[in-house]
């Protein structure tokens, strides 16, 4: 891995760690958290269409 490779790599896990923070989830459970939100978010919108 190159030194570009490691601060991509390292730019991402901050950012991961970042979301995992604002939604007060685990790192490991922010896919599913922000599936659901975006699920939800779709589901307003229908909503009020």
């Known amino acids: 891995m190159d030194k570009k490779e490691w ?16 939604f007060r989830v685990e790192e490991k459970d922010v896919p599913r958290v922000a599936k659901r939100f975006v ?11």
């Open 7 to 22: 601060d991509s790599l390292n730019k991402k896990s901050e950012i991961l760690s970042k979301i995992a923070e604002i």
């Open 39 to 49: 699920d939800e978010i779709e589901e307003m919108r229908k909503s009020n269409a």
